[in-house]
């Protein structure tokens, strides 16, 4: 790829009005170099303590001895953050504006409507037994109740774990038992592209299954009015719980390392990882890239197209902006749906200003034409975001000119699961763009490059990209096992946090994420484990060895494709594809429907008689 591209420079506006302009960008970044403790002891003010942190930084990356400490004796309540200080100032203007998937439905819920509610479900899990320390888990659409659940989470001091609507009643249960959740809130259906998606159903199917029993109820939203059906004495109804509840809670003082919450994520090996999260530092980390890197500006309408089951609709949906007491908008539909054009339907409906979204749905509307918008205009739009997987530069063009009209900067941001927030991108009115860099770090995140025995790279480059020094917002542990969170992220080079991700450098020491070095997948901004796959499909009876690579994919950044050798007699027919393809859908979700299955009659084997894929039929257990 060449630099000689085409450079964007900032746009006088936004160099003027912009939260940070260059001169201010370069003088708190080096600020945060030099005094990461001054820096953060200030960014923390921006949130309400009950007691304000004295010990700001306390966090060591060394293999012996990973700890991650930010603001460690203060105490604050995140809702409280989120709602109750806005009340005064902002108490009527609209919090969430939720779009549902048929276009005619949509509503604002006012800062006042949400704290109401939301104190209202808090007190509703303390009627059920909840308290400080326990865990729910949510398997819910995108409706404002799973924000509600969230918040109302933590204002007890509960921590959430949030499962992605789209994830099998296998991954669920397997959620519900890592994170030991009494509770579990859903719906009864979700609605997404006119079709329904069973939520409560698969709950029934996860609670079957051997270890689930810790659950003691299941909290249902009647989102469809669908048919389902009930156990008595563990099922509950959401309005008939929470409407009869009172509208003040008071929120629970908590320490700013106690957990927020734990959101699974693939890795290289494995079963997914539950990586969790803290409450002073996430949330001053979240707070603050939504506000610089968005530039939100009092009263914008935000939209983040993320789902709340992954990390982006955590801190961007849910957390940054409603921190920042901005207005934020939640889809909860396709943008397939009723027509491509959705997208900028929703805009013009709602003047949305920021629109923050993923490559995958980029390129699936390049592929329906230049055309595909011409339903909307679009004016409303102030700025473009990127996220999930590396936006190639035809499609970065392409937002820019058809949905950007060529006036809106795209800030292209990279982050991970992990790292809680944005760590990689360009602010509006500080830096140039280049299409297809992420460009440069945001404050107080110390990016390296590095090569495979973890000597770090200088000037223009290309390695492995490792962060040298603790961020507020980062994970601090994978929930219950910490030796995994080292062996992972800080074990393959000591002292730093490894990305899993190659990049290149250049001249100018803009950042370009190359995609990941590991065994991890980005199918449409989903990762995945090729050894998940694999595994799942080695459960399968006719099924000897798998192996899991990616491909280059149009539309999806990368497919999903599968060498499978069959047990001796089983034949190769396109029966058994489709029934393999099913196998691995229903088993962990869609989103992890194989593109490609070649049947191969033997798998690359190192010298050493190991198989090239990590699982076979004879070394994993019995998943059936
Ligand atoms: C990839 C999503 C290039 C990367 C927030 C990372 C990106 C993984 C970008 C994390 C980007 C995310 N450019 N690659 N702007 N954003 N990635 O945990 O490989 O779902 O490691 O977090 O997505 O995915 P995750």
């Known amino acids: 790829m060449s630099d000689q591209q085409n450079v964007y420079p900032v746009r006088d506006d936004f160099a003027a009005n912009a939260w940070a302009d260059k001169a201010k960008y370069e003088a708190m970044y080096q600020q945060s170099m030099d005094d990461p403790e001054g820096f953060w002891a200030e960014q923390a003010k921006r949130l309400d303590w009950i007691k304000a942190p004295t010990k700001i930084k306390n966090t060591s990356f060394a293999r012996d001895n990973v700890d991650i400490r930010w603001f460690e004796d203060g105490l604050l309540n995140v809702s409280a953050n989120c709602l109750d200080r806005h009340l005064e100032k902002r108490g009527d203007q ?66 959430h774990s949030v499962v992605f609507g789209g994830f099998s009643p296998d991954a669920v249960a397997q959620r519900v038992i890592g994170a030991d959740s009494k509770l579990v809130i859903t719906a009864d259906e979700s609605v997404r592209g006119g079709k329904h998606v069973p939520l409560k159903e698969n709950v029934d199917a996860a609670l079957t299954r051997e270890g689930t029993d810790v659950c003691k109820n299941v909290l249902v939203v009647k989102r469809t009015g669908g048919e389902i059906d009930w156990k008595e004495g563990r099922d509950i109804w959401f309005d008939e719980l929470v409407d009869k509840q009172s509208s003040e809670c008071e929120p629970e003082a908590m320490g700013a390392e106690d957990p927020l919450f734990i959101l699974y994520t693939s890795g290289s090996t494995g079963a997914p990882k539950g990586l969790k999260h803290t409450t002073g530092g996430y949330l001053t980390y979240a707070a603050m890239t939504h506000q610089y890197v968005f530039d939100y500006q009092e009263g914008e309408i935000y939209w983040c197209t993320a789902d709340v089951g992954w990390v982006t609709g955590h801190s961007y949906i849910v957390y940054g902006p409603l921190a920042n007491g901005a207005t934020t908008l939640m889809f909860e539909g396709v943008p397939s749906y009723p027509t491509h054009g959705r997208m900028g339907d929703i805009v013009d409906k709602h003047n949305v200003n920021i629109l923050y979204t993923a490559p995958t749905a980029v390129r699936a509307l390049m592929a329906h034409g230049e055309n595909v918008m011409d339903s909307s205009k679009r004016d409303s739009l102030r700025l473009l975001g990127s996220v999930g997987e590396p936006i190639n530069p035809e499609a970065w063009e392409w937002f820019y000119r058809v949905i950007g009209n060529e006036k809106c900067p795209i800030v292209d941001t990279w982050w991970q699961t992990e790292t809680g927030g944005i760590m990689i991108a360009p602010l509006p009115g500080a830096t140039p763009l280049k299409p297809g860099s992420a460009t440069v770090p945001f404050f107080g995140v110390k990016p390296a490059l590095v090569d495979n025995e973890g000597k770090q790279l200088e000037g223009a480059t290309e390695g492995n990209l490792v962060i040298l020094d603790a961020w507020p917002g980062q994970a601090r542990s994978i929930w219950g096992d910490h030796e995994r969170f080292v062996q992972t992220y800080f074990s393959t080079y000591d002292g730093m946090y490894f990305t899993g991700d190659g990049c290149r450098r250049d001249e100018d020491g803009y950042y370009w994420i190359t995609g990941r070095v590991d065994d991890v997948l980005n199918v449409s901004g989903h990762r995945m484990g090729t050894a998940e796959i694999e595994s799942s499909l080695v459960a399968h009876s006719a099924v000897a060895e798998a192996a899991v690579v990616g491909f280059p994919h149009d539309i999806k950044g990368q497919g999903i494709y599968i060498y499978v050798t069959l047990n001796d007699g089983i034949d190769p027919t396109d029966e058994l594809k489709k029934e393999l393809t099913q196998w691995v859908r229903k088993d962990i979700g869609p989103i992890a429907s194989p593109d490609v299955i070649q049947w191969a009659p033997g798998l690359p084997k190192t010298r050493s008689g190991k198989n090239h894929a990590p699982y076979s039929a004879q070394d994993c257990c019995q998943r059936v």
């Open 94 to 159: 609209t919090a969430i504006i939720w779009e549902g998937d048929n276009p005619d439905d949509s509503k604002h819920i006012t800062y006042r409507e949400l704290y109401a509610r939301t104190n209202q479900l808090a007190n509703a899990l303390k009627e059920l037994g909840i308290g400080k320390g326990d865990t729910v888990t949510l398997y819910m659409p995108m409706i404002p109740e799973a924000a509600m659940a969230m918040l109302a989470c933590s204002r007890i001091g509960a921590v």
